[in-house]
């Protein structure tokens, strides 16, 4: 199972990092995802890096201020969020990814999601 962890309140254009773990598995050539969903909207891609080869996939909403990455020695992904909008208000969670690389931003094919953090953004 995996955990998200980082969340919080903060003002917009602050920034947070959160973090996915991993509990009882180790990340290997996969690829994983963070998602997000806000009240009452259905669940979105947000990012998604490959484990083995460091590749980034990004939604069009975050690209340029959210970066993914992970850090192989403690099996843990990180999403680095700068200039947060009131629209990123959400909870985020992460997955795994078992599907086509194509499929890399449906997340109907992932699994493993875990318990998700809580980030709120205010104006």
């Known amino acids: 199972q995996l955990q998200a962890s980082g969340g919080g309140s903060v003002q917009a254009v602050d920034s947070l990092r959160l973090s996915c773990a991993a509990s009882?598995?180790?990340?290997?050539?996969?690829?994983v995802g963070w998602f997000r969903q806000a009240p009452g909207k259905e669940r979105e891609f947000v990012a998604a890096?490959?484990?083995?080869?460091?590749?980034?996939y990004y939604a069009d909403s975050v690209k340029g201020r959210f970066t993914i990455s992970r850090d192989k020695g403690k099996n843990t992904v990180y999403l680095q969020m700068n200039n947060l909008k009131p629209e990123d208000t959400a909870v985020y969670y992460c997955?795994?990814?078992?599907?086509?690389?194509?499929?890399?931003?449906?997340?109907?094919?992932?699994?493993?999601w875990g318990q998700g953090t809580l980030v709120t953004v205010s104006s």
């Open positions: 997955a795994v990814h078992r599907g086509i690389l194509s499929k890399v931003r449906d997340g109907t094919s992932y699994a493993h």
């Open positions: 890096i490959r484990w083995s080869g460091g590749f980034t």
């Open positions: 009882g598995r180790t990340f290997t050539n996969e690829n």
